[in-house]
């Protein structure tokens, strides 16, 4: 079954990508590692008129450090975050976050900056025509209601990247170039929070690159996901703890961040309050972890049951912290 | 949609075809190719039986597109066995009886001959991890894990690392 | 037991180095000239009339060559039996399910046929539609047949002995609801289908099959067509689990659609279709109430089950009784009530699957261990004590003539240690048994025989034709060991011309577990005549009675002066030149009651034999998180003889994938409505590499006196038993019981916080 006609086009410069991006607006996509985008194609979720091919831009595969900092270009694969040296021995929570997205081939397709713009999913949104059309339109295709919550009042796709929780919580900021210039912006301020348009991206944008602060003495992190198979699977749970120890065993710096347990990535701002300055103790975590389930609301459109997601929320946490702080 | 010719590297030769933008590799090859053995078991890669290497890693060629790779080393199963020698995963898995429907066989081998070429010594972790993205319903992975690990041992045996083809 | 230079040894099969080389071509990767490609057009409602359907503006598009609908398929119905004909495959009335095929088109390509399906104008009057069986049983449901009043297919009254008294001696008496979704094969390979038609009017049909004689039966009903004008060939299947045997929508329309179109016809399913319009397993609610003896001993057994079936019957009858029978295979059972109801719901067609019902047995399993919990009586005691014997009569009349079920399960429990982990691992950690028989060869009327032949090239070679198939059980390769072993010959010596309606004999296909029972025992048998035959021509060339004489390695000998020997080629010569040519022939019927029926007369000899298992599950249960991880199985297999050892173990292991983690633990259809949500391949969760056990196969050998070389069956043990060991070690691991599949973390851990609560 064929995908849909479009027009392929091959930029050979990040500028000609952008001035394609601007001459088609929403008509074009960018294809980098093609793993979400075709699958929406063929469920004729998307049809753009024109794919923007990113692979043919140079010098856009690269992690690089850059006085402490580590720069993740916007064409450098899952496979090479996972396996690079550099990132296991500085940042091992992002090459754990890497190994753990869906399953080794889609990781030496799929990239790190895909990942991130993960569009928002449900099990009424990613369906075939035929399946979709059984029913009618959703919120996100443009009608007007929720099939997955009777009554919805609003898009509650969930968002399921394992990236976002690791790189947020190391303070992770993103260059967003676009014919008229670019701008970094927090990781976090990515996302809408709207599981109709999750990205806080225009069309004529490209993500270049994403920025990591260096990390600091005594930081670690740990990562956890649930899902019921031990490979392949979207997070039904996600968490990413990153942590730093000073000299007097003080927890000074903390970031828990969930994913799939909202329309986008969840900063805990409460628990980075309850954790910094403190000694962390067992009880310290349990607030914690009650912390994140607070702030998770899963919803019933990704499989499982939203309710026992919520529940892992606080087991994930626990053990992420456990984990992180263990380990300095 | 404009139609392009394409020069595509698959199993060390070269092939010029005319195709549109949104023919995925797995179409090409299995349609215009007529090389069969890359199967399409659900188009969407979430079973991995489309499997192709892509300059030496595991791919899912149904959701690559055929514009894309040009000047890539493609390797299907039939480009696995040279001058009529098997290769040593293709001798395993029919030696120890990895091969029931047959419908995966193709992705796992090729999975399999991957890792080995990246990384001869295996554990077994490693090489069900590395086939954890390909589905079979026959086998439950017990002897094609087995047969990797033996293609392993006879690969070392045999004193030679069988580079990328 | 003579030793065998082939039989009984692993070896490798003949297919093995076409499917590792990509060679084999599997019904999506044929080609014909001039070939069109088809599509369906699928109803968007559960439940509807339809009124009208249009398709003048499709037939004018370039390109397409062939549409039909309801209108051409004249109206005929299908079904497994005589009385179960409710499957109109085109249907021209009334949409049941969401995905039944409504219109079809043949075309160029699939994009022009694609576009012809959206120019297809259909007028619905849009039905109230059921889709609880227990819903769809109630007074004013909305009606899906006709015929069903209260929407029931079947039902199945099965009574032994009296029950009634039976529970009033009992010692102690349990009572428990097990529920089932829906679960489905999933193979590998996608539903397809080529058709092809000629101006003789032969039909030739290639599809993924576990059957070629019963699809070319169905299809010569359907299309008012003698059998020699519908040929099904064999083709390579990529797995079949069940869901590949009786005949579906797919075939019907491809051949309508090349009948028309006068040219071949390929239609190729998504997944998707593969998985909504084809065939899946029954979603089950069980109601078991058993009676026991204080020495645990079976007395009274009251089952009631209720099935959704979805929009038809399919095969229905046998879907319904099997369960009961698997469990009267297994254990001695003096008074039994079941009353099992198949109910149509407006969903996909349900079907039989080699799991096949996990609520039936992981519930009857657990209940037992409940049982013997309350008696304090240890698991594998309980079971030991009502193990069938060989010899005896299960409770609807079936004798058995070998029965490894106590080996088996003795062994199970040494091997995996049982006795020092039941009841002792650390919290979180435990071990469950499973059990059951299994029907080898049930009555299949005509159709439950298989026949083959042998024929002899003039330079020694020669041809096995049997209608054996092979769904990647391995049962070419084991027919053709099978051939080799008796004739004395290499295996590479003997070809193979298998599954084809037109030239094979009939035979039962893959089916009832038969393959190697009765596919067997026929080649066996062609091949010891051929062998005969061969020995009388060489006893005059070697001036020796055939007695004294042997064959092996292509050459006719005397045994005692092995140098006095002649060319097996010779003999082929001589044989035709006396026009006494050499042509092996055979057949095997299973000793089963032909008088034996599925609904109205469930009594008497059942299979022709039974195999039998058990498995020892050992689980690590995470408590915080629900999550049960199967780390070893342990499991022994009575399959008689192995005829090919590796053969064998590579079924069990696929059993523990397929029905221990998979239908255990992961796989379900989840539903709004009529509708499945996960009708894909990343939310239908089929075990990967990484989520399966270590796995010690034990084969246990009863030399069966029926079956070739003593063998029976293997491939469905872990199937059925792993339900059983999986959610008694959940129990043993953490104290709940789980009464509802999959048991999914979700489940488990609810289970454990009741339990908290409760203490």
Same mark, same amino acid.
């Given at each position: 079954m064929h995908l849909p006609s479009f027009e392929h086009l091959e930029p050979s410069s990040l500028e000609e990508a952008l001035s394609f991006l601007a001459e088609h607006k929403e008509q074009a996509k960018l294809i980098a590692g093609g793993t979400e985008l075709l699958v929406s194609m063929r469920h004729g979720l998307l049809a753009p008129s024109h794919l923007v091919n990113l692979k043919t831009v140079p010098d856009l595969d690269f992690v690089s450090e850059h006085n402490g900092s580590l720069r993740i270009g916007a064409l450098t694969r899952l496979a090479t975050l996972r396996e690079m040296p550099a990132v296991r021995e500085r940042y091992p929570v992002l090459a754990r976050a890497a190994e753990m997205v869906a399953a080794p081939p889609l990781q030496v397709m799929g990239t790190v900056v895909g990942n991130l713009c993960l569009n928002t999913r449900c099990f009424y949104y990613n369906q075939s025509p035929f399946w979709r059309q059984a029913r009618g339109a959703c919120y996100k295709t443009g009608g007007d209601r929720c099939h997955a919550i009777k009554g919805g009042k609003r898009c509650l796709a969930t968002y399921q990247g394992d990236m976002a929780p690791a790189l947020i919580a190391l303070g992770s900021t993103v260059r967003v170039v676009s014919s008229g210039g670019e701008r970094e912006t927090p990781l976090a301020e990515l996302y809408t929070g709207r599981g109709k348009r999750p990205l806080a991206l225009e069309p004529d944008e490209i993500v270049a690159e994403v920025r990591v602060p260096g990390p600091v003495d005594g930081m670690s992190g740990d990562c956890q996901k649930l899902r019921l198979r031990g490979s392949m699977d979207f997070p039904l749970a996600g968490v990413a703890v990153v942590l730093s120890r000073n000299g007097a065993g003080i927890c000074s710096r903390a970031g828990v961040v969930l994913t799939a347990v909202g329309t986008g990535p969840v900063v805990v701002e409460d628990a980075t309050q309850l954790l910094e300055g403190q000694q962390v103790t067992d009880g310290l975590v349990s607030q914690v972890a009650e912390a994140a389930y607070e702030a998770a609301r899963p919803v019933d459109n990704v499989g499982s049951d939203a309710s026992y997601r919520r529940k892992m929320v606080r087991v994930l946490t626990r053990r992420a912290i456990m984990n992180a702080w263990g380990k300095e | 949609m404009d139609k392009r010719l394409v020069q595509l590297r698959v199993n060390g030769e070269q092939y010029d075809v005319v195709v549109s933008p949104n023919e995925t590799l797995v179409e090409v090859l299995r349609e215009r190719l007529e090389l069969t053995g890359t199967k399409m078991g659900c188009g969407e890669g979430a079973c991995g039986t489309c499997t192709v290497l892509l300059d030496g890693k595991p791919i899912r060629s149904c959701l690559t597109l055929a514009v894309e790779v040009q000047g890539k080393e493609i390797v299907t199963i039939e480009g696995l066995a040279e001058d009529g020698q098997l290769h040593p995963v293709q001798k395993a898995f029919i030696e120890h009886g990895a091969i029931q429907c047959g419908f995966c066989s193709p992705a796992m081998i090729l999975t399999g001959k991957a890792l080995l070429d990246e990384n001869p010594h295996p554990t077994e972790a490693e090489v069900r991890q590395a086939i954890s993205g390909v589905v079979c319903r026959c086998t439950g992975y017990a002897k094609i894990v087995e047969a990797i690990m033996a293609a392993a041992d006879s690969l070392q045996g045999e004193g030679k690392h069988n580079g990328r083809t | 037991?003579?030793?065998?230079?082939?039989?009984?040894?692993?070896?490798?099969?003949?297919?093995?180095? &076409?499917?590792?080389?990509?060679?084999?071509?599997?019904?999506?990767?044929?080609?014909?000239?001039?070939?069109?490609?088809?599509?369906?057009?699928?109803?968007?409602?559960?439940?509807?009339?339809?009124?009208?359907?249009?398709?003048?503006?499709?037939?004018?598009?370039?390109?397409?060559?062939?549409?039909?609908?309801?209108?051409?398929?004249?109206?005929?119905?299908?079904?497994?039996?005589?009385?179960?004909?409710?499957?109109?495959?085109?249907?021209?009335?009334?949409?049941?399910?969401?995905?039944?095929?409504? &219109?079809?088109?043949?075309?160029?390509?699939?994009?022009?046929?694609?576009?012809?399906?959206?120019?297809?104008?259909?007028?619905?009057?849009?039905?109230?539609?059921?889709?609880?069986?227990?819903?769809?049983?109630?007074? !004013?449901?909305?009606?899906?047949?006709?015929?069903?009043?209260?929407?029931?297919?079947?039902?199945?009254?099965?009574?032994?002995?009296?029950?009634?008294?039976?529970?009033?001696?009992?010692?102690?008496?349990?009572?428990?609801?097990?529920?089932?979704?829906?679960?489905?094969?999933?193979?590998?390979?996608?539903?397809?289908?080529?058709?092809?038609?000629?101006?003789?009017?032969?039909?030739?049909?290639?599809?993924?099959?576990?059957?070629?004689?019963?699809?070319?039966?169905?299809?010569?009903?359907?299309?008012?067509?003698?059998?020699?004008?519908?040929?099904?060939?064999?083709?390579?299947?990529?797995?079949?689990?069940?869901?590949?045997?009786?005949?579906? $929508?797919?075939?019907?329309?491809?051949?309508?659609?090349?009948?028309?179109?006068?040219? $071949? *016809?390929?239609?190729?399913?998504?997944?998707?279709?593969?998985?909504?319009?084809?065939?899946?397993?029954?979603?089950?609610?069980?109601?078991?109430?058993?009676?026991?003896?204080?020495?645990?001993?079976?007395?009274?057994?009251?089952?009631?089950?209720?099935?959704? !079936?979805?929009?038809?019957?399919?095969?229905? $009858?046998?879907?319904?009784? *099997?369960?009961?029978?698997?469990?009267?295979?297994?254990?001695?059972?003096?008074?039994?009530?079941?009353?099992?109801?198949?109910?149509?719901?407006?969903?996909?067609?349900?079907?039989?699957?080699?799991?096949?019902?996990?609520?039936?047995?992981? !519930?009857?399993?657990?209940?037992?261990?409940?049982?013997?919990?309350?008696?304090?009586?240890?698991?594998?005691?309980?079971?030991?004590?009502?193990?069938?014997?060989?010899?005896?009569?299960?409770?609807?009349?079936?004798?058995?003539?070998?029965?490894?079920?106590?080996?088996?399960?003795?062994? &199970?429990?040494?091997?995996?240690?049982?006795?020092?982990?039941?009841?002792?691992?650390?919290?979180?950690?435990?071990?469950?048994?499973?059990?059951?028989?299994?029907?080898?060869?049930?009555?299949?009327?005509?159709?439950? #025989?298989?026949?083959?032949?042998?024929?002899?090239?003039?330079?020694?070679?020669?041809?096995?034709?049997?209608?054996?198939?092979?769904?990647?059980?391995?049962?070419?390769?084991?027919?053709?060991?099978?051939?080799?072993?008796?004739? #004395?010959?290499?295996?590479?010596?003997?070809?193979?011309?298998?599954?084809?309606?037109?030239?094979?004999?009939?035979?039962?296909?893959?089916?009832? %577990?038969?393959?190697?029972?009765?596919? #067997?025992?026929?080649?066996?048998?062609? &091949?010891?005549?051929?062998?005969?035959?061969?020995?009388?021509?060489?006893?005059?060339?070697?001036?020796?009675?055939?007695?004294?004489?042997?064959?092996?390695?292509?050459?006719?000998?005397?045994?005692?002066?092995?140098?006095?020997?002649?060319?097996?080629?010779? *003999?082929?010569?001589?044989?035709?030149?006396?026009?006494?040519?050499?042509?092996?022939?055979?057949?095997?019927?299973?000793?089963?009651?032909?008088?034996?029926?599925?609904?109205?007369?469930?009594?008497?000899?059942?299979?022709?034999?039974?195999?039998? #298992?058990?498995?020892?599950?050992?689980?690590?249960?995470?408590?915080?998180?629900?999550?049960?991880?199967?780390?070893?199985?342990?499991?022994?297999?009575?399959?008689?003889?192995?005829?090919?050892?590796?053969?064998?173990?590579? %079924?069990?292991?696929?059993?523990?994938?397929?029905?221990?983690?998979?239908?255990?633990?992961?796989?379900?259809?989840?539903?709004?409505?009529? %509708?499945?949500?996960?009708?894909?391949?990343?939310?239908?969760?089929?075990?990967l590499s990484v989520d399966m056990p270590q796995i010690t196969p034990i084969i246990v050998e009863t030399v069966d006196p029926e079956g070739p070389f003593g063998a029976k069956e293997a491939g469905l043990w872990g199937s059925m038993n792993m339900f059983q060991a999986i959610g008694n070690a959940v129990y043993d691991a953490v104290g709940v019981w789980i009464r509802e599949f999959p048991i999914t973390p979700d489940k488990v851990l609810k289970a454990l916080e009741e339990k908290d609560r409760g203490s």
């Open positions: - | - | 037991m003579a030793e065998h230079e082939l039989v009984g040894q692993s070896v490798v099969r003949i297919d093995s180095l &076409a499917k590792a080389t990509g060679e084999a071509r599997y019904t999506a990767d044929l080609t014909l000239p001039r070939m069109l490609h088809a599509k369906v057009l699928r109803s968007p409602h559960a439940h509807a009339r339809i009124l009208n359907v249009d398709t003048s503006k499709a037939e004018r598009l370039s390109g397409v060559k062939a549409v039909v609908t309801g209108q051409d398929a004249a109206g005929v119905k299908w079904g497994v039996f005589r009385y179960t004909r409710d499957h109109e495959l085109l249907p021209a009335e009334k949409v049941r399910y969401i995905g039944e095929d409504v &219109a079809a088109v043949a075309a160029v390509d699939e994009e022009t046929a694609l576009e012809a399906l959206e120019l297809i104008e259909v007028e619905y009057e849009v039905l109230p539609a059921v889709f609880d069986p227990l819903e769809a049983m109630m007074d !004013g449901a909305p009606q899906i047949h006709d015929h069903a009043e209260n929407n029931v297919n079947i039902h199945v009254p099965i009574e032994v002995g009296d029950v009634d008294r039976a529970f009033e001696e009992a010692y102690y008496v349990k009572e428990d609801r097990f529920v089932d979704r829906e679960y489905t094969y999933c193979q590998t390979e996608p539903y397809a289908v080529l058709a092809s038609y000629d101006s003789n009017g032969n039909l030739e049909i290639w599809t993924p099959n576990a059957s070629p004689h019963t699809k070319a039966k169905a299809l010569s009903n359907l299309l008012e067509k003698p059998l020699s004008k519908v040929k099904v060939r064999r083709v390579y299947t990529g797995g079949a689990f069940g869901g590949r045997s009786d005949i579906f $929508p797919g075939e019907f329309i491809a051949a309508l659609l090349t009948m028309k179109a006068g040219q $071949p *016809v390929k239609m190729v399913y998504t997944r998707e279709e593969s998985l909504t319009s084809v065939r899946q397993a029954h979603s089950m609610v069980v109601d078991l109430k058993t009676g026991v003896a204080k020495d645990g001993r079976l007395l009274a057994s009251e089952i009631k089950l209720v099935l959704d !079936g979805g929009a038809y019957s399919s095969t229905g $009858p046998i879907a319904v009784s *099997v369960p009961f029978l698997v469990w009267e295979e297994t254990y001695r059972l003096p008074n039994a009530r079941f009353n099992g109801y198949r109910v149509y719901t407006n969903k996909p067609v349900r079907g039989m699957y080699r799991c096949h019902g996990r609520a039936f047995h992981g !519930g009857l399993g657990m209940q037992l261990d409940m049982i013997a919990q309350e008696l304090g009586m240890d698991p594998v005691e309980i079971r030991l004590r009502n193990a069938l014997k060989t010899g005896e009569v299960q409770a609807t009349g079936s004798k058995i003539i070998s029965c490894g079920l106590t080996e088996a399960i003795e062994q &199970a429990a040494e091997r995996s240690g049982w006795k020092d982990k039941r009841g002792k691992l650390p919290y979180g950690k435990g071990v469950g048994m499973g059990a059951n028989g299994m029907m080898v060869g049930f009555p299949m009327g005509i159709r439950g #025989g298989s026949a083959a032949m042998l024929k002899f090239n003039e330079d020694g070679g020669c041809t096995l034709i049997s209608g054996v198939v092979d769904n990647g059980q391995g049962n070419e390769s084991m027919v053709v060991q099978i051939a080799a072993d008796v004739l #004395g010959m290499k295996m590479e010596d003997i070809n193979l011309v298998s599954a084809d309606s037109e030239v094979t004999p009939l035979d039962q296909g893959a089916y009832s %577990q038969a393959a190697t029972f009765v596919s #067997g025992n026929a080649a066996r048998a062609a &091949a010891i005549d051929a062998r005969e035959q061969i020995l009388n021509i060489a006893s005059d060339m070697l001036d020796a009675t055939p007695g004294e004489l042997d064959l092996n390695n292509g050459q006719v000998f005397v045994r005692q002066r092995p140098e006095w020997n002649v060319w097996l080629g010779k *003999v082929i010569r001589k044989a035709l030149l006396d026009n006494t040519p050499v042509v092996g022939r055979g057949s095997y019927m299973p000793k089963v009651d032909l008088r034996r029926e599925w609904v109205s007369n469930p009594k008497g000899q059942h299979a022709g034999t039974f195999s039998f #298992g058990a498995v020892v599950a050992e689980v690590e249960v995470d408590t915080e998180t629900g999550q049960v991880k199967v780390t070893k199985v342990t499991g022994a297999h009575d399959c008689g003889f192995a005829i090919n050892p590796m053969s064998v173990e590579g %079924q069990l292991e696929g059993s523990v994938a397929s029905g221990g983690v998979g239908a255990t633990l992961l796989e379900e259809h989840s539903w709004d409505g009529g %509708q499945m949500l996960n009708a894909n391949m990343l939310e239908y969760k089929v075990p």
